[in-house]
């Protein structure tokens, strides 16, 4: 077992974990989520990164025949443009589309526009999240605005 903990922890639910902690078996599978309310303390074989923590997964279409009425707002509208036609989506895809996003809404933080994405991909279009072995490290972010910025950049650490 693996005790991994960074700036920022994305849990399985969405949930952004200021200095949390994640305790993943070899393969990268996270076992549990350990929401240390941003009180990180010293434990034993921890490693801690700075940056973003999160799981590997992909998000499949599983409902191509859906129709999708016409969204309400202009973010929601970018992320429907952005998927039409993909059927997968990987965890790098998905953080390319939250950059390009950053840049038409300034304003939004990096835990809103994740959380809006896969609200759109999952309630709206078709789409399934599946966690897969692996966990990534999104480095370059703006840690105190949680902005993403030109260098913002996705590394897989295990």
Known sequence: MRKLAANYLVSDTGEF???GMAIAQED???VEYIDTKGDLEEV???IFHNGLL???CKYTKINTTQTISAPDNSFRLL???SISGITELSIQQFIDLGKQLQLQFPQMKVPAIM???SEVLLAEGGFIKKTIPG???LT???LVELLFTPRSRLKKIL
Request: hydrophobic fraction near 45%.
């Open 135 to 137: 966990i990534y490290l």
């Open 115 to 117: 959380n809006e994405i």
């Open 44 to 46: 034993e074989q921890l």
């Open 79 to 81: 992320v429907h443009e």
């Open 140 to 142: 370059g972010v703006n």
């Open 54 to 56: 999160m799981a590997a």
């Open 17 to 19: 974990l200021k200095n």
């Open 28 to 30: 990268g599978c996270i």
